[in-house]
């Protein structure tokens, strides 16, 4: 039995999740005792949502009714485990490797995105690189910014994407700079760290052989 909590519209989400042939109008009412109307009007608001979508045809003997699924868009809506599982992650990947060793991984995987990344970075000079790294960054929901406040080039993220995470395993904070650094191609030294409970992260973006 699905417990249904939340709003109609988180309900729906829940009892479609459940149902993997999908439901129709129908069966959504009876199960949660409102108007098939009200549930048009819900599944109006995910579909444009894209959250759900229409099904095949369920065919019982009676009126033909069109089944609803969740999309791919509706599945990621529901909760996921993902912080945690991470952390599990991370934890055994220090034990068994060590500190050191972890940093290095994780640097590696920073330069390995930059790496697929790079083609959009190709031909521009380097202020057209550093906007192209922020716009970046925005996508990737860091919230960063230049901060003009700082008289040497320097991004500021008000939003650690992984937070908690960096919070036990400050190794992390590796990928960010090998990744901002392999797409500029110069050096980042990082002076200031949500983690370490500063306002913002900062990555002081340093000349060559700096």
């Known amino acids: 039995m699905v417990k249904l909590t939340g709003s109609r519209q988180e309900q ?26 009200a549930v048009k009007q819900h599944l109006t608001g995910l579909e444009k949502d894209q959250l759900v979508q229409e099904a095949a045809l369920n065919s019982t003997g009676g009126r033909p009714s069109r089944n609803y699924t969740l999309t791919e868009q509706g599945h ?16 055994e990947l220090k034990t068994e490797l060590g500190e050191t060793a972890l940093r290095q991984m994780l640097w590696r995987m920073g330069v390995n995105l930059a790496q697929s990344l790079a083609p959009q970075f190709s031909g521009k000079d380097p202020a057209q690189k550093q906007s192209a790294l922020v716009e970046l960054m925005q996508s990737l929901g860091y919230h960063a910014e230049m901060d003009t406040e700082q008289v040497q080039p320097t991004i500021k993220a008000v939003n650690c ?50």
């Not at 729906?12 to 409102?34: N, P, Q, V, Y």
């Not at 809506?77 to 952390?87: A, G, V």
């Open 12 to 37: 729906i989400l829940k009892l479609l999740l459940s149902s993997t042939a999908g439901m129709s109008i129908d069966e959504l009412a009876a199960r949660l005792e409102i108007s098939r109307n």
């Open 76 to 91: 990621n809506r529901l909760p996921k485990q993902y912080p945690w599982f991470c952390n599990l992650l991370l934890g």
């Open 161 to 210: 994407v992984y937070h908690d995470l960096a919070q036990q395993y400050p190794e992390l904070c590796e990928f960010d700079r090998a990744l901002m650094s392999t797409l500029l191609d110069k050096p980042i030294e990082q002076t200031a760290c949500m983690a370490l409970q500063d306002c913002a992260c900062k990555f002081k973006i340093c000349n060559a052989g700096a």
